[in-house]
């Protein structure tokens, strides 16, 4: 993420990092599997688009593994075999045009961050929380490319703040990170929801 005006959309990262960083690490696993669900489909768009030139056969199984401590399924484990494998798929600027690097980027780190805060050798940090509305951020930036070049960007990043879609995603970031702060694992019906809802991480320009 760009650097953000303290006003504005960085204040507010760092108020749900700040919420983050006082979970425990089943409420961090909680969150990021939440994250790295609702942004995995763009992993399939990223393949689609790149006519499978980049895949990520390690995604599911991340996911599976992070679902699985935080809903008490399992105990912490050492990621950091997975974790290497995961972060060796993915695409840099250098290697994949924007947007696609940005939401495959975004992805894979929410669901790297799961995997640090369910694993017995790393820590999870609160502001990794970002990456979850990376894709989002960009997508708007592009829509927006002219307030942000004839206003600025300190102008549009509080601006954007009264979007529908970022409220939206903000809005469910700070429920999720909530509901951990009261206890976990959270029962089923609870997190099935919550990934249902998670859509709202996805751009809606998709």
């Known amino acids: 993420m760009t650097p953000l005006d303290e006003g504005g959309l960085r204040a507010e990262v760092r108020r749900l990092a700040d919420m983050l960083s006082g979970v425990t690490p089943r409420g961090k696993a909680t969150v990021f599997a939440l994250c790295g669900k609702g942004l995995a489909p763009l992993l399939n768009l990223v393949e689609s688009h790149t006519d499978g030139r980049w895949a990520f056969p390690e995604a599911q199984d991340a996911i599976a593994e992070v679902e699985a401590y935080a809903m008490g399924r399992s105990a912490?484990?050492?990621?950091?075999?997975?974790?290497?494998?995961?972060?060796?798929?993915?695409?840099?600027?250098?290697?994949?045009?924007?947007?696609?690097?940005?939401y495959a980027q975004a992805a894979l780190t929410c669901i790297d961050a799961g995997l640090a805060a369910s694993s017995v050798l790393d820590t999870c940090?609160?502001?990794?929380?970002?990456?979850?509305?990376?894709?989002?951020?960009?997508?708007?930036?592009?829509?927006?490319?002219?307030?942000?070049?004839?206003?600025?960007?300190?102008?549009?990043?509080?601006?954007?703040?009264?979007?529908?879609?970022?409220?939206?995603?903000?809005?469910?970031?700070?429920?999720?990170?909530?509901?951990?702060?009261?206890?976990?694992?959270?029962?089923?019906?609870?997190?099935?929801?919550?990934?249902?809802?998670?859509?709202?991480?996805?751009?809606?320009?998709?």
């Open 76 to 102: 912490g484990r050492n990621h950091a075999a997975l974790r290497s494998r995961l972060m060796e798929s993915v695409p840099h600027g250098h290697d994949l045009d924007s947007p696609w690097s940005t």
């Open 125 to 206: 940090k609160g502001i990794w929380i970002q990456y979850s509305i990376e894709p989002l951020v960009t997508s708007l930036q592009y829509r927006d490319e002219e307030i942000v070049i004839s206003q600025g960007e300190a102008f549009w990043e509080r601006e954007i703040l009264t979007d529908r879609a970022m409220v939206n995603a903000l809005d469910f970031l700070r429920r999720i990170v909530s509901s951990v702060e009261r206890g976990v694992p959270l029962p089923e019906v609870q997190y099935r929801e919550l990934v249902r809802e998670s859509v709202v991480l996805i751009p809606e320009s998709l």
